[in-house]
């Protein structure tokens, strides 16, 4: 375990503002700072099977170590575990636990387990303290910023939910090693994002650095905060999500029909694994519509390519996707608007930007010659 | 049907501020105000099976005049559709019915209706719009002003819910003489609590028009007018809840003990009728610690016994308290810090203050001598 002091970025929401820790073997000093920000509270940590084997006793023993009462909560792992039954038994179990508004929920976990949690802690006693320890990537560099919490309804993913923002998050970049390489992988799709967006220097960077932020160097934490860093500034600008917040979407509106054309089968394709073939989509749509020179588009599938994940719809195992199908989940990704599609454009590496104007027969006509190309 | 023009009350509480509007007859205009403030929207409408029957078809109508799309959704009259179970199946209904975050939850019914239909408003894709026409006294001048929202919880009542501010609230004062005499009552007893709360001139005032009130007049517009200015104040100050908003629970540390002793039986108690006998004891007890002149207490309590309202355990039916079981309420009603109690004690008639520093022995004599005072 390395004992460099960690990065800090500072989320900046008025009386809602908050800390994020970054660095290697932070859940050690986890309990001094939890206290610290909480005097006098309690906590019940969140946590799903897997992870209780892997980080629990840690998290467990640094709260210990710092007078830190916690009652750990173990649930089932997987995105099934995001729903209105598992929200009410876990509801139920902190009211239990006579839990007050000023004790805390600790999340640890990955999104699953974050978003859950949040939401619980949402709506306890309308709102209690809460605290995220993220133990993937991408959760460290997407699901822990911004406050969005929730479940899954079978109309849908993420339909209910709250904007609850944590009080600490403690993302402790050692926990990665343990992570599949799939996984880890998935996460960086979310990281590449960020440069993509409207950070060329960071883009390159990460073209540059990527072997070494897969090995857990220092490089790795630095990357973490960069992208929290990044995120925090569009959570800042729009925390309720009406405008600028939307660039985040960029390969989402792709990636999300593609997620929901496999019935999200985690077998076929992971989240992050979609935005990156949506990110690569985006590119090359934007290169087609003329607005995007075609080797910026090239660049961004390869730095993917490079990290081992999929760019392109046929890369996807099992049965073919239709064109019809994905316009239609497209369609229902709450981003049509008198029959013009919103969607995230690009005119080259770190300069992507929303239209609200894209014409659905273009997409189609993108989109059947994507599938086509095997 | 009246038509004067509404008087309207302004909350105003930055991106999340709102009018009440209040006035006889005000459903008959409540498409156009709506579609006014909220243009484009669908709307769902949330009720009872009572209030459907008395009111529906004339806020329908109203809608449907204005253009607006809307769709009834009918649950169980009562307290005990303020439930997870019902919440669930209200979710699920907005999603099934497509809307979306610019899309209306209209509430029309009481306090029940109201927190169930806003704690829904407020967790479907993480906030829709929401509009309130209460329909009870109770609901004008009390759920409808601060943005709480919740359900019950088998573990205790509101324990579950989030902040949710109402984009609109159409306080029709027609519809309140639909209402039982006891209900109005108790819906009273919360008026006359912003008078001893910190409103002397509104308690003379009251003293004076409560016929008038009680019988519909224009008075009764005025009055529910000033209670959501008085409530507005407070909650402005303190939106969340962590100091001055402590003061509107004056009668309520009494109040809640004696509904949880008739395991909340609305035949033998309702919540106002609670806050009346709470509001007359705290008004005595603080006559006993030599705080408030006995004269005040006699004169609040006067008042209330002259809206037919109860103002001592003894009237009360049904089998008796006893202290004991009181003193633990009022231990489990979060207010207890260090082994002193938190109330709401007062030095006269509109001199409410919160003291967090009583000693539990003297309310437990007190207590004791006011049981025995059949």
Same mark, same amino acid.
């Given at each position: 375990?390395?004992?460099?002091?960690?990065?800090?970025?500072?989320?900046?929401?008025?009386?809602?503002?908050?800390?994020? +820790?970054? !660095?290697?073997?932070?859940?050690?000093?986890?309990?001094?700072?939890?206290?610290?920000?909480?005097?006098?509270?309690?906590? %019940?940590?969140?946590?799903?099977?897997?992870?209780? !084997? &892997?980080? +629990?006793? %840690?998290?467990?023993?640094?709260?210990?170590?710092?007078?830190?009462?916690?009652?750990?909560?173990?649930?089932? %792992?997987?995105?099934?575990?995001?729903?209105?039954?598992? &929200?009410?038994?876990?509801?139920?179990?902190?009211?239990?636990?006579?839990?007050?508004?000023?004790?805390?929920?600790?999340?640890?976990?990955?999104?699953?387990?974050?978003?859950?949690?949040?939401?619980?802690? /949402?709506?306890?006693?309308?709102?209690?303290?809460?605290?995220?320890?993220?133990?993937?990537?991408?959760?460290?560099?997407?699901?822990?910023?911004?406050?969005?919490?929730?479940?899954?309804? @079978?109309?849908?993913?993420?339909?209910?939910?709250? #904007?609850?923002? @944590?009080? $600490?998050?403690?993302?402790?970049?050692?926990?990665?090693?343990?992570?599949?390489?799939?996984?880890?992988?998935?996460?960086?799709?979310?990281?590449?994002?960020?440069?993509?967006?409207?950070?060329?220097?960071?883009?390159?960077?990460?073209?540059?650095?990527?072997? =070494?932020?897969?090995? !857990?160097?220092?490089?790795?934490?630095?990357?973490?905060?960069?992208?929290?860093?990044?995120?925090?500034?569009?959570?800042?600008?729009?925390?309720?999500?009406? /405008?600028?917040?939307?660039? &985040?979407?960029?390969?989402?509106?792709?990636?999300?029909? +593609?997620?929901?054309?496999?019935?999200?089968?985690?077998?076929? $394709?992971?989240?992050?694994?979609?935005?990156?073939?949506?990110?690569?989509?985006?590119?090359? #749509?934007? =290169?087609?519509?003329? &607005?995007?020179?075609?080797?910026?588009?090239?660049?961004?599938?390869?730095?993917?390519? %490079?990290?081992?994940?999929?760019?392109?719809?046929?890369?996807? @195992? !099992?049965?073919? #996707?239709?064109?019809?199908?994905?316009? /239609?989940?497209?369609?229902?990704?709450?981003?049509?608007?008198?029959?013009?599609?919103?969607?995230? +454009?690009?005119?080259?590496?770190?300069?992507?930007?929303?239209?609200?104007?894209?014409?659905?027969?273009?997409?189609?006509?993108?989109?059947?010659?994507?599938?086509?190309?095997?």
């Amino acid at each position: 375990m390395e004992h460099e002091s960690p990065r800090t970025v500072r989320i900046a929401l008025g009386s809602r503002s908050y800390d994020i +820790l970054v !660095g290697p073997g932070l859940i050690a000093g986890a309990g001094r700072e939890i206290a610290r920000r909480l005097p006098g509270a309690r906590a %019940a940590i969140v946590t799903d099977e897997t992870v209780a !084997g &892997l980080h +629990l006793p %840690a998290l467990l023993a640094s709260l210990g170590a710092a007078g830190l009462e916690a009652t750990p909560i173990v649930l089932p %792992a997987g995105e099934r575990t995001k729903s209105f039954e598992q &929200l009410v038994a876990l509801v139920d179990r902190l009211l239990e636990l006579r839990l007050e508004r000023g004790d805390a929920v600790i999340a640890l976990g990955g999104g699953v387990i974050g978003d859950l949690a949040g939401f619980a802690a /949402g709506i306890v006693k309308r709102g209690m303290r809460f605290v995220q320890v993220p133990t993937t990537l991408l959760a460290q560099v997407d699901s822990s910023v911004g406050g969005k919490t929730g479940i899954n309804s @079978p109309r849908g993913k993420n339909l209910v939910g709250v #904007f609850h923002q @944590p009080d $600490l998050v403690i993302a402790d970049t050692s926990v990665l090693d343990t992570l599949a390489p799939r996984e880890f992988a998935a996460g960086y799709a979310e990281m590449v994002k960020y440069g993509l967006i409207d950070r060329p220097d960071f883009f390159a960077w990460l073209e540059e650095n990527r072997p =070494a932020i897969f090995a !857990g160097g220092a490089q790795r934490a630095e990357a973490v905060a960069q992208c929290c860093r990044a995120k925090a500034v569009v959570v800042e600008e729009d925390e309720r999500e009406d /405008g600028r917040r939307a660039l &985040l979407n960029l390969g989402h509106t792709f990636g999300h029909a +593609l997620e929901a054309g496999v019935a999200y089968d985690p077998a076929r $394709l992971v989240h992050g694994e979609g935005v990156a073939i949506g990110m690569a989509l985006a590119h090359r #749509f934007s =290169a087609r519509l003329g &607005l995007c020179p075609p080797e910026d588009a090239a660049r961004a599938a390869a730095h993917l390519e %490079a990290a081992g994940l999929p760019t392109r719809i046929g890369q996807i @195992p !099992g049965a073919g #996707f239709t064109c019809e199908a994905l316009m /239609g989940k497209i369609a229902q990704d709450k981003k049509v608007k008198r029959g013009r599609l919103t969607f995230i +454009l690009t005119r080259g590496i770190g300069q992507s930007f929303v239209s609200d104007d894209v014409d659905p027969a273009k997409v189609e006509a993108f989109l059947k010659d994507e599938i086509d190309a095997r």
